[in-house]
């Protein structure tokens, strides 16, 4: 049972326009969302976080949004730029009913920015 | 920012022989480290939690015998492939948190390639 889905497996954006990921999650215990990149052969990198205190956390070119009746939490990215193109994961952990932080990722989407 | 070395980067082997990969935390302590196997166009997924001087806790399907982890200090875990199959081939990347609530960072993984 996939706990944190990322629908689209890929996205193609122009260049300087905004891009858009999307993700759901299924387990109502879940308190923190986290964003990552990847790119090739590199360990995920840490973009942008929010607690389910809150509903938007912005930082430069990235915004997480959250809405905790549907599940749903995206990322924003505006401008996109060509060194955005990776994989972007979505994952979820439930701190306050959990004793470690075990993080659960989604599938990932393949975002490609185009010139 | 914390550093997670992980090593090596790429790895072949034959099958039946084992393989040691090593994570280190280069300047902070990680009181917990995580080891995440990764399939292509798959999510990653978390194999084992391993806390310093304490076995490891593996997630259900993981085989404990299969995949040893050793967390022998505050700086260092190592995940031991045992009697590596071609099945086993995949990415193997480890993260370390400093302390509860507190982000995860990542090694660059590492590329296991079973003949």
């Known amino acids: 049972d996939q706990q944190v889905k990322q629908n689209s497996p890929s996205l193609s954006v122009q260049e300087g326009r905004i891009s858009i990921l999307n993700c759901d999650y299924t387990n109502s215990m879940f308190d923190y969302f986290l964003w990552y990149k990847k790119y090739p052969a590199e360990g995920p990198t840490f973009l942008i976080s929010?607690?389910?205190?809150?509903d938007k956390n912005e930082d430069g070119r990235f915004t997480v949004f959250l809405n905790k009746s549907a599940k749903h939490l995206s990322l924003h990215i505006v401008p996109s730029q060509p060194g955005d193109s990776a994989v972007y994961f979505c994952?979820?952990?439930?701190?306050?009913?959990?004793?470690?932080?075990?993080?659960?990722f989604g599938k990932g989407t393949r975002l490609h920015i185009l010139p | 920012g914390a550093v997670v070395s992980q090593h090596p980067s790429w790895v072949i082997c034959k099958s039946g022989t084992s393989v040691k990969i090593e994570c280190r935390s280069l300047?902070?302590?990680?009181?917990?480290m995580f080891w995440y196997r990764q399939f292509p166009k798959q999510s990653l997924m978390l194999m084992a939690t391993s806390n310093e001087g304490s076995k490891a806790t593996y997630e259900q399907g993981v085989e404990k015998d299969k995949f040893l982890i050793n967390h022998a200090s505050l700086t260092l875990s190592t995940l031991t492939v045992t009697s590596a199959h071609p099945e086993d081939s995949s990415f193997y990347i480890c993260s370390a948190v400093t302390g509860v609530n507190s982000p995860l960072h990542f090694g660059n993984g590492t590329r296991l390639t079973v003949t």
């Open positions: 300047d902070f302590q990680a009181t917990t």
């Open positions: 929010i607690s389910s205190i809150k």
């Open positions: 994952a979820a952990s439930a701190r306050a009913s959990s004793r470690d932080d075990k993080i659960i």
